[in-house]
């Protein structure tokens, strides 16, 4: 009996310990659940106070909040300059020494001039949805930054490029400006220019009011995503500094003494070659490649550093297509080392774009 009744009061000291370890992990997990410290509910908690569902489909717990006016109207702005560069492609762009030129110069022409507006298009359509704001945010952000560079040589080009007439490529001819006047395609383009630059001041204005978030799948891999973009920046302003396509050199032959000479032809100016405007916008072009390549992998969530790299990338894959374009299309002209460094350059951005794109956790 007194065996049985210590075996009891064993029972009966040992109940209340488990109770009360039940009772204290219960506790736990309540604070837990209730303070969102899991990433569940951390995600549950900010779906909640954004009024917009947590998206728990996503690999990488994407929390996208309220779309703000502001962002929507960026979406409008790069719908109308995707409009405007299209339509800018066929009418005359420039009549330069009496010479009609026009950006759709063949097959590779056009293709070459619809990168960048069918990109806007796209990017502009998605955010006037609402869909991942950031992305198409970073992108407007990214690409009125380097279109302001563009602007102004664009401007140059159509008005005052005349004060000091030089040897051009334009639109795949080359050209001397010694009298320049304006066509539907130039005031199109200079429109679309005007539209990209501000709808990248909306949305960097709509960027701190916007709310989208993810699990942080990038952050091991950032420092390495912009060494590599900050070098690929670099490498392509060398070789924008210098023209995509360029006039040879001439051997000629002495009738009397035999002897070749080489005799230097004048080419296209460069980038930093151009004065005024041009030159202003030549730097401003070159400062925003290298500083957009330092911030765009930077950007948070992943998405938002894939829209900057998608927006330089476009861009410098459209500036190699339209030197090889000139290249092919002008008899005068050949594609220069420089020119082949823009299309590996944007190819390396391409592949860190796509590189970002990818490194997301598998979906649960």
């Known amino acids: 009996m007194s065996r049985d009744a210590r075996t009891g009061n064993g029972r009966d000291r040992g109940a209340p310990g488990k109770a009360s370890g039940s009772a204290r992990r219960s506790a736990a997990a309540s604070r837990a659940g209730a303070s969102g410290s899991t990433p569940a509910g951390a995600r549950r908690g900010a779906a909640a106070a954004t009024g917009r569902p947590a998206g728990d489909g996503w690999s990488d717990g994407l929390v996208v909040g309220a779309i703000r006016p502001a962002a929507r109207l960026t979406g409008v702005l790069l719908v109308l300059a995707a409009l405007a560069g299209i339509a800018a492609i066929f009418p005359t762009y420039l009549v330069v020494g009496g010479q009609e030129l026009s950006s759709a110069t063949g097959f590779g022409g056009v293709l070459a001039a619809l990168l960048v507006p069918v990109a806007n298009l796209a990017v502009g359509i998605s955010l006037v949805r609402g869909a991942v704001p ?19 040589i664009e401007i140059y080009r159509g008005s005052s490029s005349t004060a000091r007439p030089g040897v051009e490529v334009i639109a795949g001819a080359r050209v001397l400006t010694s009298s320049v006047d304006i066509g539907p395609g ?16 909306v949305a960097v204005a709509a960027w701190g009011r916007t709310v989208m978030e993810d699990g942080g799948a990038l952050d091991p891999v950032r420092s390495g995503l912009a060494g590599a973009a900050v070098l690929l920046g670099v490498a392509t302003v060398l070789c924008l500094a210098l023209p995509a396509a360029d006039v040879p050199d001439q051997l000629v032959t002495d009738p ?22 041009a030159l202003l916008g030549g730097l401003l072009l070159a400062g925003a490649v290298v500083l957009c390549s330092v911030v765009a992998p930077s950007l948070r969530p992943r998405l938002a ?60």
Do not use: C, H
Request: proline share 3%.
């Open 305 to 364: 550093a894939v829209g900057g790299l998608l927006a330089i990338s476009v861009t410098v894959v459209a500036a190699a297509m339209t030197g090889l374009r000139d290249a092919v299309s002008s008899p005068d002209l050949e594609w220069t080392v420089p020119g082949a460094g823009l299309v590996v350059t944007g190819l390396g951005y391409a592949a860190l774009t796509v590189l970002a794109w990818r490194l997301r956790r598998n979906r649960t």
């Open 134 to 152: 950031k992305f198409g945010l970073a992108y407007a952000g990214v690409v009125g930054a380097l279109a302001l560079g563009q602007l102004l």
């Open 186 to 201: 130039w005031v199109l383009g200079v429109a679309a220019l005007a539209l990209v630059v501000l709808a990248g001041v």
């Open 256 to 277: 009397t003494t035999g002897m070749e000479t080489v005799v230097t032809r004048e080419g296209p100016q460069a980038l930093l070659e151009r004065p005024g405007m």
